[in-house]
C-alpha cells in the first residue's frame, strides 16, 4: 500500500479549502461589520448628567400612541427612525437608514438599512423590526395616530422585505414629503413586541409602569427608573450606533433626569435656583426675570426667534342650518363678507400684541408661515400697517355706518356685537383677545371676551358651533406644508372655521384645495414653493383666519453643557441629545 | 348604638349619590379626553373616533356607571386617560401624599391656636387679646393664595425652603436619614403654610369657646377655690369647652384632603389637588370621579368621627 | 372701646367704603377698560410739591413718563413734562348705577398726563380705577351669595330644627351633600354649558347664585341648633297652649331668636364669598374682560414674574385687608352686643 498523507493530495486540499470558506461564510454573521453613522458635531467627553423639567406626566412610552409632549419628547430619546429631520436644518438626513433610492415615478422608496446596530438589550436589529413596526402603525385595530400620517393618496403606503437590510415602500402617488414621513415613526423591537401584538395585548405595552427590562430602543439612552409623579430617569445605550468624528461612542452624557414640574413659573424657578439644567421653551415673561441672574448663575438664554406657532382670530362661518344658533346665523352675515375680515384685521394692533403679550419677544404675522419656517415662508406677502381708517372704509363699503353715540350698525340697524371665545388656560391668547377688543371697540363694535376651559371650547368649534368668533393658535409639528394639509383643505377635519364640507364653500376655498392636492405629489421644491405661495397669498386675502403674532422660541442652558444647539423644532433642546456633554 | 348603625347606612347612601351625581356632571358637560387630539390636523377624524370607542366614551350612562361600580368592586376604580393605567394605584400614591401634609399642617395649627385661643381668652379685652384678633383677622382677610405666593417668594429669594416638588434631584443617592431630611426640606412650606392659612380661624373659635365657659358659674367657683391660673385653665375651663372643638377636628378630618388644593398646586406638592385640577381639565372622567369620591369618603367619616366623639365625651347630649 | 363704638365705627367704615365703590365713575379718574398700550406695568405715579429747580408749587403735580434708556422694560420720569393735579375734572363718561351719567371726576391730571394711584397693569390700565370698579362686582358678589346662602339656610334650619324627625334627617344629609359636592367641577360645567349670547352679569349672577345655593349648609346647621333649643323656651311652649299655629309660633318666636346668628353669619359669609369669587376667577370661571373684579385684580399675582418684578400688583391685594376687617369687626361687634341683649 502506498503511504501517502491525506494533506498532499489535491483534491482534499481543494475539498479542505471549500470547508474553510463554507465556514467563514457561515461564522460571518457573528462578526458583521458595524456601520456606525458618525457625526459632525466638534467632540467632546463622557460622563455627567442633566437634569431636564417635565411639564406634566408623560401618558404612555408606546411609540404608536404618544399624542402629548412629555412622552413623546422621552420617547425621542429612547428610540430612533429610519430617515431623520436635523432640526437645525429641517432636512431629512440618513439615520437607521442609511441610504435610499427613489423609483422614477416617485412611488417606490428603498431604504437601505445601517448593519450591525443593536437594540438597547443587545438584541440585533434588521429588516424585520423594520416590518414589524409598519405592521404595527397601519394597523387599524391599533388605532394608533401615526397610521394617518401613512395613508398617501387615500391608501396606506405598503412595505415589503427585500432583504435582511433592505426594505422597500410603495406609495399610491407620488408625495413630496415622503422621506420626511419616516422621522418620528420609530422602529420597535420585534423580539419583545411581538407577544403582545398576536394577543391583542399591544395598546397596553410600553406603559409608564413597565420595568425596564421590556423596553429595548435604538435610541441614545434606555430607560433606568420611572418614579410616578416625580421623575423618569434615562441611561447611557451602551450599543448606540453613532459616533462622533474622534470614533467616541456617543451618547456622551451617563444619565438624563426628567424631573415633573407642572408649572413653567416652577421651572423657572428650579432653573435659576440650579435644580435643572436646561430649561426648554419659557414664555416671553419670564426672560427678562431670567435674564438678570445669567452672569451670577452660570447660565444663558437663547431666544431664538419665531417659531413654528402662529396665532389667529377666526369667525364661525360653519353651516348652521342643522343647528339651532338663530343669533349667530344672524351674524354670520356679517362674518362672511370678506370686507368685514378684513377691516378686522385692518384694526388690529399686532405691534401692541408683540409688545404687551410677548413683550417684544414674537413676530407679528399677517399668513399662517411664519418667518422661522426659512424653506416656506412667503417673503412678499404684504404687511399693511394697523390703519383704523381703512377699517372705516371697508365697513362703509360693506354697507355698515355709525350712529351718533359711536356704536356701529349693519345696513338693518342691527347694532355690530359678538364674542371672542377663548381658553382660559392659556394667558397669553386671553390677553390677545383682550386687546382685540379693545381694538374693535374703535371701530365702534362692541365686543366681549368668553373665556372657557380647553376641553368646553373645543367642543364648541368642533361639534356643536355654538361660537361667534375665537382666538386659537395651531403649531404643525413639522416645518413641511403637508402636516397642514388637514387645516387647508375644506374637508380637512381641522378647517376650523367651516367644518364638514363635503364640497368647497367658496372658490377660493376650491382653489386652495387644488393648490394643497397639487404640491402634495410635486416632488420639485421651486414648484412646490409657488404653489404654496399662491397658497398664502389667498389665505392673506380671503382672511378665514386672521393671523396675529408667531411667538419665539425661548430656551435656555447652563454653560457647563457643551454642544447645545437649540432649535425651533420640537424637541426644541434636546433634538440632538446625543450629542450634549458636560464642559 | 342604633344611632350609629342609622348613621353608617346613612354614609353609605350619600357616597353612592355623590358618585350618581358626579358621574352625571361628567356625562352633562361638554367636551371628553381626545377633544385635544380632534385638534391636532395630522389626527384624522376616524383615528380620534376609534380610541373613544376602544375606551367606552361613546356607551350610554347607566352602562359606563355599572362597568365603573364593578371596577370599584374589582380594587380599580376606573382607567385613566391621561395616566394610562387604573385610577386607584394612582390615587393612593397622591393621596398618602396629601394626607402626609395636611395631618401635619394639622397638628402644627392645633398646637399653636389652643394656648393661643386659651391665652387670648384668658386675657379678653387687654393689648394682647386685641393684638392678637386684629392679627387673626388679617390673616383671615388674606387669600390663600396670596400667602402661598408669598412664601414661594420667600423661598426662592432667601433658600431656607425648597422651591417646591417632594424630593430633591439626587434623592436616590441619598441615605436613609437625609431622604428624610430632605423630604422635610421640602414639605416644610406648604405644610407651614397650610398651617397658618388654617389658624385664625381655629384662634377665633377656641377663644369665643373659652371665653363663654370662663363666665360660667363653675369657673367662678374654681377661681373662688383659689385653684392657680394655669390649672384651671387647661385642667377645668378646656374639657368643657370641647364640644365646638370636637366638631372642629371632625370638620379638621373631612376637609383633610380637599384644603390642600391650592397649596399644592402653587408649590407643585405631588398630592390630590394637582391631579384633580389637570383631571377636571382634561376630562379624565374617572380620575375626577375617583378623587371626589376619596373627598367625599373622608368628609363623611370625619363627621362620622366627629359625632362618634361628641357622643363619648359630652354627657349632655347622651340625654338627648 | 366700647362694643356700640366698635359697632357703629364698623359701620360707618362699610358704609364708606360701600359708599366709594357705588361711586367709583366718581373717585376713578379712568375708566376700567381704557389701556395706555406705551405704559404696561407702570409704577405707582409719585405726587410732587417741588420741582426740580426747587420751587414750591401750591398745587401738587406729576411728570410724565418715558422708557428707561439704561434699563429695559422700566420707566424714569421726564422732568420735563409736568402736569399739575385738578380735583372734580370732566373725564371720560361713566354712569352711576346704570341710572345717570355724569363725567365729573374726583380727581385728574390734564392729558397726556396720567396718574396711576396703584400703577397699572399689563395693558397699561390703571389699577386703581379698576380696583374701584372691581369693587361693584365683588362686593355684589359676596352681597348676593351670602343673602342666598344665609335665605335658603333660614328656611332648611327652621323647618329641620322646628319639626325634627325625618324632615331634620333628609335636610342635614342633603346639607352634607351639598358640602361634599365637587362645586368646582360642578361650576366649570355650568360656565361651560351656558350659551355665549347672555350677557356678563348673568353669567356671573348664575354662577353667584350657584356658589350661594351650595353654602346653605353652614348657616342651617347653625340655625338649626338655635332653633332646636329656642322652641323650647318658656314662653314658645305657653304660646304653643295658647293655640298658635306653627307658622305663627316660627315666625313671632322661634326665628326672632335666631336673628342674631343670622346678622352674625352674614357678616363673616360676605368676605368668604369674596373670597370665593376670587378663587373662580383664579381658575378662570369670573367675569370676562374687560370687566374687573378683585379677583382678576389678584390673578395676575401668581405669576413669578410678576412677583419679582412688579411690585405694586400686590397693592389691590392689600387693600382688601381694609374691607374685609371691616366686616369682620363688624361681625364681632355684633356678636357681643346681641349676647349681652336680654332675651
Not at chain 1, 412629555?70 to 429631520?85: G, K, R, T, V
Not at chain 1, 390677545?432 to 372657557?452: E, F, K, P, R, Y
Not at chain 1, 361667534?468 to 381641522?494: I, L, Y
Amino acid at each position: 500500500m502506498l503511504k501517502v498523507s491525506p494533506w498532499k493530495s489535491a483534491s482534499t486540499r481543494f475539498f479542505l479549502a471549500i470547508a474553510c470558506v463554507l465556514f467563514a461564510v457561515s461564522a460571518a454573521p457573528a462578526q458583521v461589520h458595524e456601520e456606525r453613522m458618525v457625526t459632525n458635531n466638534p467632540p467632546g467627553h463622557a460622563g455627567g448628567e442633566i437634569a431636564v423639567a417635565l411639564r406634566s406626566d408623560p401618558k404612555t412610552l408606546n411609540p404608536a400612541f404618544a399624542m402629548d409632549a412629555a412622552s413623546q419628547e422621552i420617547i425621542y430619546c429612547m428610540n430612533a427612525d429610519l430617515i431623520h429631520i436635523n432640526r437645525e436644518t429641517q432636512q431629512t438626513e440618513s439615520a437607521l437608514a442609511k441610504s435610499w433610492s427613489v423609483s422614477r415615478d416617485g412611488r417606490t422608496y428603498t431604504l437601505q438599512l445601517r448593519r450591525g446596530v443593536r437594540f438597547s438589550d443587545g438584541k440585533a436589529f434588521n429588516a424585520d423590526d423594520v416590518i414589524f413596526s409598519f405592521q404595527v402603525y397601519l394597523d387599524k385595530k391599533i388605532h394608533s395616530p401615526e397610521r394617518d400620517l401613512l395613508i398617501i393618496g387615500g391608501k396606506p403606503i405598503a412595505v415589503q422585505k427585500i432583504n435582511d437590510y433592505s426594505v422597500r415602500f410603495h406609495l399610491a402617488q407620488p408625495y413630496a414629503a415622503a422621506e420626511r414621513l419616516f422621522d418620528g415613526l420609530p422602529i420597535l423591537p420585534k423580539h419583545l413586541l411581538e407577544t403582545a401584538y398576536r394577543n391583542g395585548t399591544f395598546s397596553q405595552a410600553w406603559g409608564v409602569s413597565m420595568p425596564p427590562d421590556q423596553f429595548a430602543g435604538l435610541g441614545p439612552f434606555r430607560l433606568k427608573k420611572y418614579v410616578a409623579g416625580q421623575r423618569i430617569v434615562l441611561e447611557r445605550n451602551p450599543c448606540y450606533w453613532k459616533v462622533d468624528s474622534q470614533g467616541n461612542q456617543l451618547p456622551y452624557l451617563n444619565e438624563i433626569v426628567f424631573l415633573l414640574v407642572p408649572s413653567e413659573d416652577a421651572q423657572v424657578i428650579r432653573f435659576q435656583a440650579g435644580d435643572t439644567d436646561i430649561l426648554s421653551r419659557f414664555s416671553a415673561e419670564n426672560f427678562s426675570v431670567l435674564e438678570r441672574d445669567q452672569a451670577a448663575q452660570g447660565y444663558h438664554l437663547y431666544d431664538l426667534g419665531p417659531g413654528l406657532e402662529y396665532n389667529f382670530l377666526f369667525f364661525n362661518l360653519n353651516d348652521l342650518a342643522s343647528k339651532n344658533l338663530p343669533q349667530i346665523a344672524k351674524k354670520q352675515a356679517w362674518f362672511r363678507d370678506v370686507r368685514f375680515r378684513q377691516a378686522v384685521s385692518s384694526a388690529i394692533d399686532r405691534e401692541g400684541i408683540v409688545r404687551l403679550v410677548y413683550d417684544g419677544r414674537a413676530t407679528p404675522l399677517w399668513g399662517q408661515v411664519t418667518p422661522g419656517n426659512k424653506l416656506w415662508v412667503d417673503r412678499s406677502l404684504p404687511h399693511p400697517p394697523r390703519s383704523l381708517a381703512r377699517a372705516r372704509e371697508l365697513l362703509k363699503s360693506a354697507g355698515f355706518s355709525w350712529k351718533g353715540d359711536g356704536t356701529l350698525i349693519d345696513a338693518h340697524g342691527n347694532p355690530v356685537e359678538f364674542s371672542i371665545l377663548t381658553s382660559s388656560s392659556n394667558a397669553a391668547r386671553m390677553k390677545m383677545a383682550t386687546i382685540i377688543q379693545d381694538d374693535l371697540s374703535h371701530l365702534g363694535m362692541n365686543v366681549h371676551v368668553v373665556s372657557l376651559d380647553f376641553s368646553a371650547m373645543v367642543d364648541r368649534l368642533l361639534n356643536s358651533f355654538d361660537y361667534e368668533a375665537a382666538v386659537m393658535g395651531m403649531a404643525s409639528g413639522d416645518a413641511d406644508p403637508t402636516s397642514e394639509m388637514n387645516v387647508w383643505v375644506s374637508s380637512g377635519g381641522t378647517h376650523l372655521w367651516h367644518l364638514n364640507q363635503t364640497k368647497p364653500a367658496t372658490p377660493w376655498e376650491a382653489e386652495i384645495d387644488r393648490l394643497m392636492n397639487q404640491q402634495l405629489i410635486t416632488l420639485n421644491y421651486e414648484r412646490r414653493k409657488r404653489l404654496y405661495d399662491q397658497v398664502q397669498q389667498i389665505v392673506a386675502q380671503q382672511l378665514p383666519v386672521i393671523c396675529l403674532a408667531s411667538p419665539d422660541i425661548l430656551v435656555g442652558a447652563k454653560d457647563r453643557i457643551g454642544n447645545f444647539h437649540p432649535a425651533i423644532l420640537e424637541p426644541y433642546a434636546l433634538w440632538n441629545v446625543e450629542e450634549l456633554y458636560i464642559r | 348604638m342604633r344611632y350609629l348603625l342609622r348613621r353608617l347606612v346613612h354614609a353609605i347612601l350619600l357616597l353612592v349619590a355623590i358618585s350618581i351625581f358626579s358621574f352625571a356632571l361628567l356625562q352633562w358637560s361638554s367636551g371628553d379626553f381626545f377633544d385635544a387630539m380632534r385638534m391636532n390636523p395630522r389626527v384624522s377624524q376616524q383615528t380620534v373616533n376609534g380610541l373613544r370607542s376602544q375606551y367606552g366614551l361613546n356607551r350610554s350612562f347607566p352602562v359606563r356607571y355599572a362597568a365603573w361600580v364593578r371596577s370599584v368592586l374589582k380594587g380599580q376604580m376606573g382607567f385613566s386617560f391621561s395616566y394610562d393605567t387604573a385610577v386607584a394605584p394612582l390615587l393612593w400614591a397622591r393621596a398618602r401624599n396629601t394626607l402626609l401634609l395636611t395631618s401635619t399642617a394639622t397638628l402644627l395649627a392645633w398646637l399653636v391656636a389652643i394656648p393661643l385661643g386659651i391665652w387670648s381668652a384668658a386675657n379678653k379685652g387687654k393689648w394682647g387679646d386685641r393684638a392678637c384678633g386684629v392679627a387673626t383677622s388679617a390673616l383671615l382677610t388674606v387669600p390663600d393664595l396670596l400667602l402661598f405666593l408669598i412664601l414661594l417668594l420667600l423661598a426662592v429669594r432667601t433658600g431656607w425652603f425648597a422651591a417646591g416638588g417632594m424630593v430633591s434631584l439626587n434623592f436616590n443617592h441619598l441615605t436613609f436619614w437625609s431622604k428624610v431630611k430632605d423630604i422635610v426640606f421640602h414639605f416644610a412650606l406648604p405644610s407651614l403654610g397650610l398651617a397658618v392659612v388654617t389658624l385664625p380661624v381655629l384662634v377665633r373659635h377656641i377663644r369665643s369657646a373659652m371665653i363663654e365657659v370662663l363666665e360660667s358659674p363653675f369657673i367662678r367657683a374654681a377661681r373662688g377655690h383659689g385653684i392657680p391660673r394655669t390649672r384651671m385653665l387647661f385642667r377645668y375651663a378646656l374639657p368643657a369647652a370641647s364640644n365646638p372643638l370636637i366638631s372642629l377636628l371632625g370638620f379638621s378630618v373631612a376637609t383633610m384632603l380637599s384644603a390642600s388644593v391650592i397649596v399644592e398646586v402653587i408649590l407643585s406638592w405631588p398630592g390630590l389637588g394637582p391631579l384633580m385640577v389637570q383631571a377636571i381639565l382634561a376630562r379624565d372622567v374617572y380620575v375626577v370621579v375617583g378623587v371626589v369620591m376619596l373627598s367625599s369618603v373622608f368628609l363623611v367619616a370625619g363627621n362620622f368621627l366627629a359625632d362618634l366623639l361628641l357622643f363619648a365625651s359630652d354627657p349632655r347630649i347622651r340625654v338627648e | 372701646m366700647k362694643h356700640q363704638h366698635k359697632l357703629w365705627a364698623a359701620v360707618v367704615l362699610l358704609a364708606g367704603i360701600h359708599g366709594v365703590i357705588l361711586f367709583a365713575g366718581f373717585f376713578a379718574p379712568y375708566s376700567f377698560s381704557a389701556q395706555d398700550r406705551g405704559l404696561p406695568f407702570a409704577p405707582p405715579t409719585r405726587i410732587h410739591f417741588v420741582d426740580a429747580q426747587g420751587k414750591f408749587h401750591a398745587r401738587p403735580f406729576v411728570y410724565g413718563l418715558q422708557d428707561d434708556p439704561n434699563v429695559a422694560g422700566s420707566y424714569s420720569v421726564d422732568s420735563k413734562r409736568m402736569y399739575s393735579l385738578h380735583f372734580f375734572v370732566q373725564g371720560a363718561p361713566y354712569k352711576v348705577a346704570g341710572l345717570f351719567s355724569s363725567r365729573v371726576h374726583l380727581y385728574g391730571v390734564p392729558a397726556p398726563g396720567r396718574i396711576f394711584l396703584l400703577g397699572t397693569d399689563a395693558y397699561g390700565r390703571d389699577q386703581f380705577s379698576r380696583f374701584l370698579y372691581g369693587g361693584q362686582i365683588s362686593l355684589a358678589a359676596g352681597l348676593i351669595a351670602a343673602g342666598l346662602s344665609v335665605l335658603l339656610g333660614i328656611i332648611a334650619g327652621a323647618l329641620a330644627g322646628f319639626y325634627g324627625g325625618w324632615i331634620d334627617d333628609v335636610l342635614m344629609r342633603g346639607g352634607e351633600l351639598f358640602l361634599a359636592l365637587p362645586w368646582l367641577y360642578l361650576l366649570f360645567a355650568v360656565r361651560a354649558a351656558l350659551p355665549l349670547h347672555i350677557a356678563q352679569w348673568q353669567v356671573f349672577l348664575l354662577l353667584v347664585t350657584v356658589i350661594g345655593l351650595i353654602g346653605w349648609a353652614r348657616p342651617a346647621r347653625l340655625i338649626r341648633g338655635a332653633v332646636l333649643s329656642g322652641k323650647e323656651r318658656n314662653f314658645v311652649v305657653a304660646a304653643r297652649a295658647f293655640g298658635a299655629s306653627d307658622l305663627y309660633l316660627l315666625r313671632r318666636h322661634v326665628l326672632p331668636q335666631t336673628y342674631a346668628i343670622v346678622l352674625t353669619q352674614m357678616t363673616l359669609l360676605i368676605p368668604q364669598y369674596i373670597l370665593a369669587e376670587v378663587t373662580l376667577t383664579f381658575l378662570g370661571l369670573g367675569v370676562g374682560e374687560p370687566m374687573p373684579s378683585w379677583g382678576s385684580l389678584l390673578t395676575a399675582l401668581q405669576r413669578y414674574y410678576i412677583l419679582s418684578s412688579y411690585w405694586w400688583m400686590f397693592l389691590p391685594a392689600l387693600l382688601l385687608i381694609p374691607v374685609f376687617l371691616a366686616y369682620y369687626v363688624a361681625g364681632d361687634a355684633l356678636q357681643e352686643r346681641l349676647k349681652s341683649v336680654p332675651l
